[in-house]
Each structure stands twice: as structure tokens, then as C-alpha cells.
């Protein structure tokens, strides 16, 4: 293990110190640079243009290109990236993860690969957490970029598809992730070309990368349409489960945060409900109904995992404590969370498009990314999105102290400590960062604070709108900011005048976060470019994080210190503890990580299907002459289906009537053809005569419509609504067979090799269904007038 060990971190210098050769080679251009005029500076663009034209790569003028982004941020924005900015700006080039600590400039590093890669005219993607952010990079950067002849465009929910075309033909487009997501989704369900508003997925820079390709891969991304309407059962539902005791009727498993009736509680639904047997499978509908009922009662907590704002039910994300507009919790949870709170039901929605984070971000051609905390995902980032991890040196060393973990029997006692500790800062004026991992902590943590008249902002979920300006004025001398999280990621915290010599901005942590990432961030606020700064955790045996995983074994380590854990007043400091917790939270990571891949292995199976979809459909969407070549190969295949499926055994056995049937009901009137027509023929004499009048329909179809483009207009409405109407409902099957398959477990075999297969069943049956539907479709109906847009 310890060779093993070395060999890594060796590997890791030896990496290090060949990007450090390579900014070195930028900065020899530096004098050259410096020396040129603005215009002879600014026509370094068109040169560069002219040489990837004439065979040179991005590899080839990198230092140089590197050195020109370099001159220009200089005299456009007044900033000079540093030698450690240089070496992730080339990390970001090569489709990598630039680890680089909070404060050391990610978005000025960014800007060297991103001009580069914008020359080649493919268009290169910044992506950030929120629109806020991409708004204020694309406008404070895009200086740069416009002075050196590039165009820089934004995309938002808001924005029309006109709008969000401009910013995609952009040389270089700042986004959201989510929002790249639905425009992939929406672009291949578009009937028409002009309605689609992406190019092709080239070069991404994913700012905060473990927010966005981590945390956010386990929820795919969905676009729904309406389903069928159950909210009776949920009020129902909700009603029973509220009447139930634990233990006795139900049980919660902490760990794994799942919650399933006893024996006792099965009684009592089957007596409540009126069934024989629960789990008849006549009453599935019932059962799934109940297991979200519990789920939403007794697992899924208010102003923790959701908010209730004017009547309505809205997730806050678990990693950065905002909340999640416009998202909604899949499978009729969200619907058993609304029966709980009493507010509308809203109905439950059908999937007509869905794809996970990792599949959307895998199909750029080349992806990178820059965080402060990648390191303890970075086995993840190399096996799911092929990008190696590597850390930065900082530009100047940290100076933050880290103390240990300090521990408390309840959370009453915690917090009254926390309390003391800010008390105590605060008079002095030392600015404090208090991060805590839910709404409602921060609630009563401020109700404290002001109980001691402690003046303080609270930054949660419910006024996320303001938190770029709280986050920016939490260095202020005096300033008590109560933050979720990770709220304001990506703004820097500054330290006011003469809040160095109080010993900069302290951290201090109300809980630790299941992910050491999000302690990391959390710690990382302070301390930016060799400020001062101090970090300290302060935890109680009552934490979530502790009563799932941590408990029994600290109860143990303080029996053996003879520590009385009802003592009100005790306070363990101690460096086995920090250990303790941090490997309860890898357990965690790893239960993540797992779930993250189950949901990927998954949705690899749906993402063969899907782009098999979506590129014959864009095939249709971009033809611009004829589709005879799509269609009458789909009526030839499902002619020979019905052939072949009536023509079996012997030929005095074969059902020439069931041909005739077909022929009358999918191809043809039905006086055009019986069975004698077909007697003594083969079945390859079968299909001919059968595609012979297809083909006679086909050319009535072409007479009744005035010129080509008609038909072609004709066969695209035909075929795409057959494709999306059979695709909307193969998604949806597969959802639920998903939710189903798990099952099978228990019969010893494994869910996903029967996903896989019952999935390509499932995909063969649906292109036969297709095929025989758009052959109907095409061939029974009437023209009666022009077929216009």
C-alpha cells in the first residue's frame, strides 16, 4: 500500500513539474507581449485563426495564445495571472480537473484555456452552479474576450430560443449546467430545425466541478408532461400512515434512510384499506402510494430537505442549502410530501425526456473542470469522465488554522457553545462565517444570536436571492453571517481594513457535512491567498451524521475516557474524533458514489437507446429533399413481420386471410386485394405483391400533394409524432420497470442484467411498433388539403 502510495504521489509531481515547464514557456513570451500595441496585440486573433487553418493545433500555439490572454486580462481588466494560474490554465486545456484552493483566482485561470480553445470556432461552454454566477463572469470576462475579437454569449431559463441560439453560435456561451441539459433534451424533442438551439458539445469548463458532476449526478435531469391524476390516494395514504407509531408499526433505518411498515403496520393497512393481502398485486398502485407516504412523514424533513412557499412544496438542495426551482422529487414523492403539508396536489407527471449529468456531460468532446475540493472524488472523476485530479500549488501559503473537532453530548450544548465562541470573537470583532447544514439550524442558531443581541445575517434557502452580496461583505469587521452550506459558492470572501490584524475571517461549522468536500468548502472561505484565518467544527453525539454512522463507537472512545455523555458542560477536543467523523463521512461518500454509479449503469442503457433515437431523428428533422428513404424501408420491414408471423409452419397452414386483414387495415383499401390473389405464392412473391401496392399508394400520396416539399413536410409529421409518442411511453415503462426490477433480487438474479435485457425487448418491441404505426399512419390517411405549417 505505501508503494503504491509513493508511486501516486511521485506520478503526481512528475505531472506537476511538467505543466510548471510548460508555464514557463508561456511566460518567455511575456516581454514579447508587453512590448506589442493594442491592435497589433488584438490582430494576434486572426493569426492564430489563420494557423490552426494551416495545420498548426491548440497544442502547438498554446503557450503563445496562453501568453496574449495573459497581456490582455492585464490591460483590460487590471489583473496578471500568476505562475500557479498559468499551470491550471494549461490542467483545463488538457480535459482536467485543476484542484485549486478558494481565493487563487479559478475564474482568471480559466480564461487562457477558454480564449485557446475558442479559436479553433467550435465553441467552448463555461458552466456554472447559477445563473447569477454566469451572468457576472460573462460580463467581467467577456471584456477581455470581446478586446481580443472573440463574442461571448449567455444562457438562461428565460431566454427565448432566439436568444439562446445567439448565445450558442457564440465563440464562447457562460450556463448553467441544468440549463445545457434541458435545451439537449428540448432540441431532440423539436419537430422543426429552426426550433433547436444547440451546436454541437465541444469543449466544456465546468466551474465548482464537484457541485455540478458529483452532487447533482445522483437527480437526472426530466422533462415531464402530464400523467394521470391519483391525489385521492395520497390523502389517503397520508392520512393512515399519520395514525401509525414507530416501532411498532414501522421502522426507520438511519443508514441507509429508508422507512418500511411491520407486521403489526401491514395489519393495520390491510384493515384500514379493506384488502386481504397488501401486496396482491392488484394493489400495487396502493403499496408504492404508502411507501412514499412513509417516506414523506417520517424520512423527509421540513426546512431541511424541502420549504413550503406560498402553498407550494420546494426542494432545498441537501449540498448548497438553496433551493431548487422548478424541480420536483420523481416517483410521487413530491406528491406525498404535498398530501403531509396540505397544499394543492399537484399532478403526478409523465417522463418524456430524461439523461443523467454524467451522460450529458461525457458526450462533449473534451470536459475539465476547477474546484477548491476535488480530491477525495477524484477515483470517481477518473473512471466516470476519464479527467485526472490535480492540485495546484497555492500562489501563497495557507495561513488558516485548522483546530480539531470539538465535541458535545447534545445539541442544546453545541450550540450554546457556538453561541459563547461567537459571543466572544465578535467582541472582539473578528468577522465569523457560521455554516450550518440546514435551514432550520440556521433559524434557531440566529434565534440565539438574537436572544444575546448578536447583530448577524442569515444567508438560507428562503433569501438566496441576496447571497452574493451577503457572502461579499462576510469580511467585514464585526460581520456574523449565518450561511447553509455552501451558499454564495463561487463569490470571494474579502477581508475588510483591519481585519488581518484581528486574525482574519473565522470559520465555524455547526455540523459536518455527510461529504468532506462540503467541510472542505466550508473551511476554505478563510484564509484565501495567505490571509489568516481559523476553522473549527463543532459537533454533538445527537448530529445526524453521528447518530447514522458515528454514535456507538464515540459512546465507546468516551466510556473509556470515563467522560459522562450526560454532562451537559463536557467538551471533547481531540484529533481520534476529527478521524472518527471523517471516516463516517467516506462511508458515506461511498454509499454515494455507489448510488451515483447505480443511477449511471442504468441510464447506460437508456443512453444507447436514446442517441439510436435521437440521431435518426435528427436524420428526419435535417432532410431537406425526401424521406422515401426512411419510410418505405419501414413499411418493406413491417410488411415482412406480418408475412413472416402469418406464413409459418407448412403452406396449407399459412393464414392468407390475416394477410389480407393486414394489407386492408395498414397498406391499402380493401378491395385491392384477397386471398386468391395470394394463393400458391412464396412468401418472398408475398411481400413483393404486398409492397407493390405500397408503392401505388405512395405514388397517389405524391399526386394529391402539389410539389415535393409538401411530401417531404407530410412524411417528417407522420414519423416524428409515431417516434415521440412511442419513445414518451418506452421512457415511462422504463422508469417504472425500474422502480420494479429491484425485485428480482430476491429471486437471485441481478436487477440490472434483467434491466438490460427486458430493456432491449422492450426497445426491439417498440421500433417494431414504430415502424407498423408511422406504415398505418402514412399509408390509411386522407389528404384533403395542403399540409402546411
Not at 100 to 129: R, S, W
Not at 693 to 701: I, Q, R, W
Not at 731 to 744: E, P, W
Amino acid at each position: 500500500m505505501a508503494n503504491i502510495l509513493r508511486k501516486w504521489v511521485e506520478s503526481d509531481r512528475r505531472e506537476l513539474r511538467r505543466i510548471a515547464r510548460q508555464a514557463r514557456k508561456v511566460e518567455e513570451y511575456a516581454d514579447q507581449m508587453a512590448s506589442l500595441k493594442d491592435e497589433e496585440l488584438q490582430a494576434k486573433t486572426p493569426e492564430f485563426k489563420e494557423r490552426l487553418a494551416n495545420g498548426e493545433t491548440l497544442d502547438d500555439i498554446l503557450p503563445e495564445a496562453f501568453a496574449v490572454a495573459r497581456e490582455g486580462a492585464k490591460r483590460v481588466l487590471g489583473l496578471y495571472p500568476f505562475h500557479v494560474q498559468i499551470m491550471g490554465g494549461i490542467v483545463l486545456h488538457g480535459g482536467n480537473i485543476a484542484e485549486m484552493k478558494t481565493g487563487e483566482g479559478k475564474t482568471l485561470t480559466a480564461t487562457m484555456p477558454v480564449y485557446l480553445n475558442a479559436l479553433a470556432g467550435k465553441g467552448v461552454h463555461v458552466i456554472t452552479v447559477n445563473e447569477y454566477l454566469s451572468e457576472r463572469d460573462a460580463e467581467e470576462m467577456g471584456q477581455l474576450y470581446h478586446w481580443l475579437g472573440l463574442s461571448v454569449g449567455v444562457n438562461g431559463a428565460e431566454r427565448t430560443a432566439d436568444e439562446k441560439r445567439a448565445a450558442y453560435a457564440a465563440d464562447i456561451l457562460y450556463s448553467t449546467n441544468s440549463e445545457i441539459g434541458f435545451d439537449y433534451l428540448r432540441d431532440n424533442m423539436a419537430v422543426y430545425q429552426e426550433d433547436q438551439v444547440q451546436r454541437g458539445l465541444n469543449f466544456a469548463i465546468v466551474d465548482e466541478v464537484d457541485s455540478i458532476l458529483i452532487d447533482e449526478a445522483r437527480t437526472p435531469l426530466i422533462i415531464s408532461g402530464p400523467g394521470t391524476g391519483t391525489s385521492k390516494l395520497y390523502q389517503q395514504a397520508d392520512r393512515f400512515v399519520k395514525k401509525l407509531t414507530e416501532e411498532d408499526d414501522y421502522k426507520i433505518d438511519l443508514e441507509s434512510k429508508t422507512v418500511s411498515l411491520t407486521d403489526d403496520g401491514i395489519k393495520k393497512a390491510e384493515q384500514y384499506f379493506n384488502l386481504d393481502n397488501l401486496y396482491d398485486t392488484d394493489n400495487t398502485a396502493l403499496t408504492h402510494h404508502l411507501d412514499q407516504a412513509l417516506r414523506a412523514n417520517y424520512i423527509m424533513m421540513l426546512d431541511k430537505d424541502y420549504v413550503v412557499r406560498d402553498g407550494e412544496v420546494l426542494i432545498v438542495d441537501s449540498f448548497t442549502g438553496r433551493v431548487m426551482e422548478g424541480r420536483r422529487f420523481s416517483d410521487g414523492l413530491h406528491q406525498a410530501i404535498e398530501a403531509k403539508e396540505h397544499v394543492e396536489i399537484q399532478e403526478e407527471n409523465k417522463t418524456m425526456a430524461n439523461i443523467t449529468y454524467q451522460n450529458l456531460f461525457r458526450m462533449y468532446s473534451k470536459l475539465s473542470g476547477m474546484t477548491g475540493t476535488a480530491r477525495t472524488e477524484m477515483e470517481e472523476f477518473r473512471e466516470i469522465y476519464n479527467m485526472d485530479t490535480i492540485s495546484i500549488p497555492t500562489n501563497m501559503p495557507v495561513a488558516r488554522v485548522d483546530e480539531p473537532d470539538l465535541l458535545y453530548p447534545t445539541l442544546t450544548s453545541k450550540f450554546h457553545a457556538v453561541v459563547r465562541k461567537i459571543d466572544e470573537l465578535h467582541t472582539k470583532g473578528q468577522p465569523i462565517l457560521v455554516g450550518t447544514v440546514a435551514v432550520e439550524t440556521s433559524e434557531y442558531l440566529s434565534h440565539l444570536l438574537d436572544e444575546k443581541k448578536i447583530p448577524h445575517v442569515v444567508l438560507n434557502a428562503k433569501n438566496h436571492a441576496k447571497e452574493a452580496e451577503i457572502v461579499k461583505n462576510a469580511g467585514q469587521v464585526g460581520a456574523v453571517t449565518i450561511a447553509t452550506n455552501m451558499a454564495g459558492r463561487g463569490t470571494d470572501i474579502k477581508l475588510g481594513p483591519g481585519v488581518r490584524e484581528l486574525g482574519g475571517l473565522a470559520v465555524i461549522g455547526t455540523e459536518r457535512h455527510e461529504s468532506r468536500r462540503i467541510d472542505n468548502q466550508l473551511r476554505g472561505r478563510s484564509g484565501r491567498q495567505g490571509d489568516p484565518g481559523l476553522s473549527q467544527f463543532y459537533l454533538s453525539l445527537e448530529d445526524d451524521l453521528m447518530k447514522r454512522f458515528g454514535g456507538d463507537r464515540i459512546k465507546a472512545f468516551l466510556q473509556r475516557l470515563q467522560v459522562d455523555d450526560d454532562d451537559e458542560d463536557v467538551v471533547i477536543k481531540s484529533r481520534f474524533l476529527t478521524r472518527q467523523v471523517e471516516s463516517a463521512q467516506k462511508r458515506v461518500e461511498g454509499n454515494n458514489y455507489d448510488s451515483r454509479k447505480n443511477v449511471l449503469q442504468y441510464d447506460d442503457v437508456m443512453r444507447e437507446q436514446r442517441e439510436i433515437i435521437y440521431k435518426e431523428r435528427q436524420k428526419v428533422i435535417t432532410e431537406s429533399e425526401s424521406l422515401d428513404n426512411v419510410l418505405m424501408p419501414m413499411v418493406e420491414r413491417t410488411v415482412q413481420r406480418a408475412v413472416d408471423q402469418h406464413t409459418l409452419g407448412d403452406q396449407k397452414d399459412w393464414d392468407l386471410n390475416r394477410i389480407v386483414d393486414f394489407a386492408s387495415e395498414v397498406i391499402t383499401k380493401p378491395e385491392k386485394l384477397q386471398v386468391a390473389d395470394l394463393e400458391g405464392l412464396s412468401t418472398t412473391e408475398i411481400v413483393e405483391k404486398l409492397m407493390t401496392l405500397a408503392n401505388e399508394v405512395y405514388d397517389e400520396k405524391k399526386d394529391q400533394l402539389y410539389d415535393a416539399a409538401q411530401m417531404l413536410e407530410f412524411e417528417k409529421v407522420v414519423i416524428l409524432r409515431v417516434v415521440d409518442s412511442h419513445w414518451t411511453d418506452h421512457i415511462d415503462m422504463m422508469d417504472q420497470f425500474r422502480q420494479s426490477v429491484g425485485l428480482r433480487g430476491y429471486g437471485q438474479r441481478n436487477p440490472l442484467v434483467e434491466y438490460q435485457m427486458a430493456g432491449y425487448q422492450m426497445f426491439e418491441q417498440m421500433i417494431t411498433d414504430i415502424e407498423y404505426e408511422a406504415t398505418r399512419l402514412f399509408m390509411k390517411s386522407e389528404i384533403r388539403q395542403n399540409v402546411t405549417r
